[in-house]
């Protein structure tokens, strides 16, 4: 059975009940929940992954490389620091895609980059949970995407 990954970063747990007017009032879990639903609807295997730690996000990017017909990702404040999920994420042949809630062109500077943004597939930002529900309807089609750096 085909397999998608879903991994979220540091603070997406505390969907919901964190900044509500930025991210909105679904909770990671209800989020978590539909998108399960949609991989069983479609036959496709959903693992779903948060951690608010970076090396703990590190080890499952490796352990599912090789194993999963796509990544979606949203690395939360780890998108705008960390060359090392960056490193990670280059052992992913199969297409990722970077989700973010909100909008971070229209936030913070030190929002406006992303390490991953130029070796990911595609990017769904600005959209709330609808960018995750795309992001897998996208992958399940099986949309013939490269990463950047399959390019
Ligand atoms: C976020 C945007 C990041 O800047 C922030 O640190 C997050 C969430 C988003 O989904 O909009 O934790 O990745």
Redesign the pocket.
């Known amino acids: 059975m085909k397999k998608i990954v879903i991994i979220n ?4 747990n505390m969907l919901g009940k ?1 900044e509500p007017n ?2 909105g009032n679904a909770t990671l879990e209800q989020i978590n929940a539909e998108l399960c639903a949609i991989g069983k609807e479609k036959k496709v295997s959903v693992e779903t992954f948060q951690s608010n730690h970076e090396g703990a996000i590190i080890d499952k990017i490796q352990e599912v490389s090789g194993k999963c017909a796509g990544l979606i990702i ?7 620091t960390s060359i090392a999920i960056r490193d990670a994420l280059l052992l992913i042949e199969a297409p990722v895609i970077e ?6 062109y229209k ?2 500077a ?2 406006h980059k992303s390490t991953i943004s130029d070796i990911a597939a595609g990017k769904i ?2 959209f709330g949970a609808s ?1 995750y529900f795309f992001a897998l309807k996208t992958l399940i089609a099986g949309i013939s995407v490269k990463n950047g750096h399959n390019e």
């Open positions: 970063g540091p603070n997406l964190r930025i991210y949203n690395p939360g404040a780890f998108t705008h989700v973010h809630l909100s909008n971070t936030r913070e030190f929002r930002i600005g960018g």
